[in-house]
């Protein structure tokens, strides 16, 4: 499993939500399934899912590469 690069700023945010009574769970993305149609961890269906991702990510990825093909 990679290290999260930028764990500082999805606790900033978990901290921030948990302050108005939002559950929060920082999983890495891996981790959720679904079921009919819903995101779903542990069993539980999950409401918002957001996905942190840094320009390296982008531009390591394959899917976004400009071979020229």
């Known amino acids: 499993m990679k290290p ?4 500082h700023l999805s606790d900033a945010l978990a901290e ?7 559950p929060v769970r920082i999983v890495e993305a891996d981790e ?4 009919r149609g819903r995101v779903v961890l542990d ?12 320009i390296d990510d ?10 020229g093909t």
């Not at 999260?4 to 764990?7: D, G, I, P, S, V």
């Not at 959720?32 to 079921?35: N, Q, S, T």
């Not at 069993?43 to 840094?54: K, M, Q, S």
Request: glycine content about 8%; cysteine-free.
């Open 43 to 54: 069993g539980r269906p999950v409401d918002i899912a957001l996905r942190f991702f840094t």
């Open 58 to 67: 982008v531009v390591d990825d394959e899917r976004w590469s400009h071979s």
């Open 16 to 22: 921030m939500w948990e302050g108005i009574d939002l």
């Open 32 to 35: 959720p399934g679904h079921r």
């Open 4 to 7: 999260l690069r930028f764990r």
